[in-house]
């Protein structure tokens, strides 16, 4: 696969005249797209209603299927919106669900600062407008060993990011985490050096595969998924997924990120998934997959882990010559 690296990418690309009439058509399904995002994603409900099931989001206007599929079986709605990680609204696997009610994704805006021509504060609808919404089926893998097959819905950030027009400084791209200690109970406690933090090279932000993500399953993403823009990076273990952005700088140097300031020795800048590198206290050789009809699975589905989680094809050309045990 050709890796486009931004010094190619003319800036007349940016809105090509080539895509231009298909935007005109897709504009007027993002005139439904946004609103409906939005729609879905803020309503807060009950502090603390942690039984009452929660509505599903609304429906999006999926503009492009098919072109990202796995064999594998997928994961659940109840499984990929149930069994989360999102420290900010607590540490257990059911906590995202539970606490997130209060959580308010609208009005969202997000800040682009660094190197680039083009910065700012820009909202939800601007930062989404010229593009249209794909689903693509990832696989999932988290550090602690478990993983998912979602049919996510969003945009390449690379598409994003280019309209910024980064400039030949920029090498690193860094991402921000909302921090709203009144709607996020999790932040009450020091597990992490708030606001989550992770960061990606340039050419791995531009890399076709990494996504920005507004959805699961053809619905706008639920509040314990990150609502209403988070980060999927599929070669790489979840934690580089980041949730409720607010923040994109473009950087000279490799930017911090709150695992590895948390824990340097489990957790790599680089963090692509890699069987052949332990985690320090558990083997990442085999995964336990939480998918197909067994749904929710504690002992069984263990399989193989796969290098760069199975997109080695794709990816495995941006690290070449680097040491990927030193590089984890
Ligand atoms: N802000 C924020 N983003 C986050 C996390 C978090 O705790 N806070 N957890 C990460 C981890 S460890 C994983 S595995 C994925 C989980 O995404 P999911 O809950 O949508 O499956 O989100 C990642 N993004
Ligand atoms: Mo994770």
Redesign the pocket.
């Known amino acids: 696969m050709l890796i486009r690296r931004p010094p190619d990418i003319p800036p007349s690309e940016i809105t090509s005249e080539s895509v231009y009439q298909r935007r005109r058509e897709l504009l007027k399904g993002l005139a439904v797209a946004v609103p409906a995002l939005l729609a879905g994603c803020g309503r807060g409900q009950d502090a603390g209603a942690t039984t009452a099931p929660a509505a599903m989001p609304p429906e999006l206007p999926v503009a492009r299927r098919g072109e990202y599929t796995l064999p594998d079986a997928q994961t659940s709605w109840q499984d ?2 149930h ?6 609204f607590g540490t257990d696997k059911d906590d ?1 669900a539970k606490h997130s009610g209060r959580f308010e994704s609208q009005p969202w805006t997000v800040e682009v600062a660094g190197q680039a021509e083009v910065t700012g504060r820009f909202t939800l609808e601007d930062i989404l407008k010229p593009h249209a919404l794909e689903e693509r089926v990832y696989r ?1 893998r ?3 060993a478990w993983s ?1 097959v ?1 049919p996510w819905v969003g945009i390449p950030l690379g598409a994003v990011l280019k309209r910024f027009k980064p400039t030949s400084d920029a090498k690193y791209v860094a991402f921000t ?2 921090e709203r200690p009144a709607q996020m109970p ?1 932040l009450s406690y020091p597990v ?1 050096d708030w ?2 933090r ?1 960061g990606l090279r340039l050419d791995e932000a531009m890399h076709p595969l990494t996504l920005l993500a507004v959805g ?1 399953y053809g619905r706008a ?1 639920p509040n ?3 609502a209403p823009l ?2 999927v990076v599929p070669w790489k ?8 952005i607010v923040r994109i700088e473009f950087a000279t140097h490799q930017p911090k990120t ?2 590895n300031q948390s824990a340097p020795n489990e957790y790599g800048f680089y963090s692509n998934v890699n069987p052949d590198v332990n985690h320090p206290r558990w083997s990442q050789a085999t995964e336990r997959r939480i998918a197909g009809s067994g749904g929710f699975n504690l002992l069984g589905n263990r399989i193989a882990t796969l290098p760069f989680n199975g997109y080695a094809e794709q990816v495995a050309a941006l690290y070449a010559g680097m040491d990927l045990r030193r590089n984890f």
């Open positions: 990929a919106t069994y989360n990680n999102y420290y900010e995202p999932m988290c550090v602690e998912m979602i985490t909302v999790g992490l606001p989550y992770e699961l993403l314990q998924n990150g988070r980060l273990y979840g934690f580089k997924g980041i949730k409720s709150a695992w």
